[in-house]
């Protein structure tokens, strides 16, 4: 393995290819643009690696001498590592291209590569992989909101995001519309949500359950049938 240079990057391009001089003209092509890379010569090497939880891409060769980069790909999906993928090959035809792609390649680059299209797949690719990693961490942060929910503050408050109304909800659970008004206004608050629109919306990032059932569209003016 190769580590082109010290220090915590905020991002790494990882480099799978078992060609010494491939890789290090691709590491070097990356450097002279300010990104990090780090090279490995076989799949076992970098399954091995210790990857930083930063905005990341691999560029990974079809032909390795311990492996096929297609059955890497799909590994990596199984244990869901989402990892945006550059395949490239020497030796690419239509089965490998379609494969590959279908299975979530960002780009599929034949040898000799071209650098321009490398640079643009690159970019491309660490792009997707920032957006990913933001997408998670706002799913984190509401899931934590909502880990904050009593039991029974969930089952009102997922009710109302399914469109029941406040005395629906108190008719389901058995509870007083009171009751159902002080639960709700505790979820609003806890989920520090501000708006109803807003708190439908995160509750169905979390539970695609109401997802399924929440109606189509429902303004703020149709959820305070009793506030």
């Known amino acids: 393995m190769n580590i082109q240079k010290p220090g915590a990057p905020s991002a790494i391009v990882y480099i799978v290819d078992d060609h010494a001089e491939v890789s290090d003209s ?3 092509l990356l450097s002279s643009i300010g ?11 970098f399954q091995a690696a ?4 930063v905005p990341s891409c691999l560029i990974l060769d079809l032909q390795l001498s311990d492996g096929d980069g297609l059955e890497l790909q799909a590994r990596l999906r199984e244990l869901g590592d989402h990892i945006p ?13 379609v494969k590959a792609m279908k299975a979530g390649a960002i780009d599929f680059l034949e040898k000799p590569i071209s650098e321009q299209r490398l640079l643009d797949s690159v970019h491309r690719a660490l792009e997707s992989d920032v957006a990913r990693r933001a997408k998670e961490q706002e799913f984190e942060k509401v899931m934590a909101l909502y880990r904050s929910l009593t ?3 969930r089952q009102v408050i997922e009710l109302i995001a399914s469109g029941c109304l406040n005395k629906e909800v108190a008719e389901q659970l058995g509870i007083s519309e ?7 206004a505790s979820a609003y608050r806890k989920m520090q949500a501000r708006s109803f629109a807003q708190l439908v919306q995160m509750i169905m ?3 695609p359950r109401v997802a399924a059932h929440a109606p189509a569209s429902r303004g703020d003016g149709e959820a305070q049938d009793s506030e």
């Open 50 to 53: 210790t990857r930083p939880a």
């Open 85 to 97: 993928i550059v395949v490239v090959t020497g030796f690419g035809d239509i089965r490998q291209t």
């Open 26 to 28: 691709l590491s070097r």
């Open 205 to 207: 990032k979390v539970n």
């Open 35 to 45: 990104i990090y890379a780090e090279t490995f010569d076989s799949i076992s090497a």
């Open 151 to 153: 039991a029974r503050e």
């Open 178 to 184: 009171v009751t159902v008004k002080a639960h709700r």
